[in-house]
């Protein structure tokens, strides 16, 4: 990759608006910045890790997201999935990846929501009064564009869907079938699949 940028900033390209979207992507460095910006030491930290792992792996919806409960982790023909409540409440299963497995994991071992039942939230808030709710939606976007500042991540309009697009974009990147990648974002429709195609416009690794 060239420093300082995009080769091709400035060269007009046809616009297609049907397959163009305008959500962010992150480059892998970046990406790799903010998964490590949370502190693992603490238990905040391991939640963020394990929240964040969760979005840029499997790009989940923040709704969607905020409603996993511990019990969402199923082992499936001995693999572990995600069970994800997606809209218009459908429901699907998501291989979980090892590094998300394993953070959250982490996560679930330092904490004690999970040892009275699984039928809890699996990111809970730890601030403020505790009334058993998960962290919302909001506080899920919260998160995100509080780590991506923190990373030194200057992206404009970053937030949790622009992890879904980088999630999107990485396994097209390498060479899933389109179709496959529809499934696991849940998208009724293959053309919103392609709007979050932003192989063409991620940041340059230098």
């Known amino acids: 990759a060239i420093a300082g940028g995009n080769p091709v900033h400035g060269v ?4 297609i608006e049907s397959n163009e ?5 992150l480059g892998d460095h970046q990406a ?5 910006a949370p502190d693992e030491t603490t238990l905040k930290g391991q939640r963020d890790r394990a929240l964040l792992a969760v979005l840029l792996y499997h790009g989940l919806r923040r709704e969607e ?3 996993l409960q511990v019990s969402d982790i199923q082992e499936r023909r001995g693999i572990q999935h995600l069970k994800v409540h ?5 429901v699907r299963y998501l291989p979980l990846h090892p590094i998300a497995a394993g953070r959250i994991h982490q996560y679930l071992e330092n904490s004690e929501h999970h040892l009275a039942e699984r039928k809890v939230p699996l990111f809970m808030p730890l601030r403020g009064k505790l009334t058993g709710a998960g962290i919302t939606a909001n506080g899920i976007y919260a998160v995100v564009t509080a780590y991506a500042k923190k990373a030194g991540i200057e992206v404009d309009g970053l937030g949790v869907h622009g992890l879904r697009a980088t999630a999107a974009t990485n396994a097209l990147e390498h060479e899933a079938d389109i179709a496959k990648v529809q499934a696991w974002l849940g998208h009724a429709n293959i053309s919103t699949t392609k709007i979050y195609d932003r192989r ?3 940041p340059e690794d230098s």
Request: no cysteine; hydrophobic share 30%.
């Open 21 to 25: 979207g305008k959500t962010p992507a």
């Open 65 to 67: 997201a905020a409603l």
């Open 12 to 15: 007009k390209r046809p616009r």
């Open 32 to 36: 790799k910045a903010l998964l490590e």
């Open 86 to 90: 997606g809209k218009g409440g459908k």
């Open 200 to 202: 063409e416009n991620r």
